[in-house]
């Protein structure tokens, strides 16, 4: 079956403009994480959803960003007033249930801010 | 801020020798994870190794964990030029769902 999937897969913007990245999970998966991955890191978790449930959003750099599952499938991270040093790959990943441990990853949205 | 180091950070060998990497991280875990990441693309899992276990296989690949000394390594047996790509560890830290990643290691396979 599909993958998850992420879109778009690039997206350049100027600073200080919003933008708006969507995952769409693996159809059934309860569990849903955003990560962002710098260059040349290792990816480095933002917030978690179980259904539509934002049970931890620790991860969030600041209150520009903003994510929401409204549904408990698709979700949105959306970025405000975005900065130079948001710049990096944000990936998400989703996971069956609350007890199955592996998550699958999206191919990850680009973001470049100019 | 990440947990876990990875060592060594880039690691350059020929088709048919082996490749080992290490994972070393901080809290108590419930498992580590490896995954791979080739360039442009998203993280695909591995192998999954539980608190309670020292050592486990998947095919070419070999991972032990050490929990009192807080370090894991992955080894690839037999490297293939596919086998190029950025390798990464990755905790679930117990009480908590999300997986904390190391900085990985930038595996390079030489035909």
């Known amino acids: 079956g599909a993958g998850v999937s992420q879109s778009p897969r690039y997206k350049v913007a100027k600073r200080g403009q919003d933008v708006a990245l969507r995952c769409d999970p693996i159809?059934?998966?309860?569990?849903l994480f955003w990560y962002q991955q710098a260059l040349g890191q290792g990816p480095e978790f933002l917030t978690y959803?179980?259904?539509?449930?934002?049970?931890?959003k620790s991860g969030l750099p600041s209150d520009r960003f903003f994510a929401e599952r409204p549904e408990g499938s698709v979700s949105t991270l959306k970025i405000q007033r975005t900065q130079q040093e948001d710049s990096a790959v944000y990936l998400c990943?989703?996971?069956?249930?609350?007890?199955?441990?592996?998550?699958?990853f999206g191919p990850g949205t680009r973001l470049t801010v100019l | 801020s990440q947990q876990g180091e990875e060592d060594p950070q880039a690691l350059s060998i020929q088709e048919g020798e082996n490749a080992t990497m290490n994972c070393s991280y901080k809290?108590?875990?419930?498992?580590l994870q490896w995954y791979r990441q080739n360039s442009g693309r998203g993280l695909v899992h591995l192998i999954l190794?539980?608190?309670?276990?020292r050592e486990k296989h998947s095919g070419r690949l070999r991972v032990t964990l050490d929990t009192s000394k807080k370090s894991s390594s992955l080894l690839i047996t037999a490297s293939r030029a596919a086998d190029t790509a950025s390798y990464f560890c990755a905790t679930m830290i117990q009480g908590a769902q999300k997986l904390v990643f190391g900085q990985g290691t930038r595996l390079t396979i030489n035909p």
């Open positions: 990943a989703s996971r069956p249930g609350v007890h199955t441990d592996t998550q699958y």
């Open positions: 190794i539980r608190s309670n276990e």
């Open positions: 159809s059934g998966h309860v569990s």
């Open positions: 959803f179980q259904n539509e449930a934002q049970l931890d």
């Open positions: 809290t108590s875990i419930n498992n």
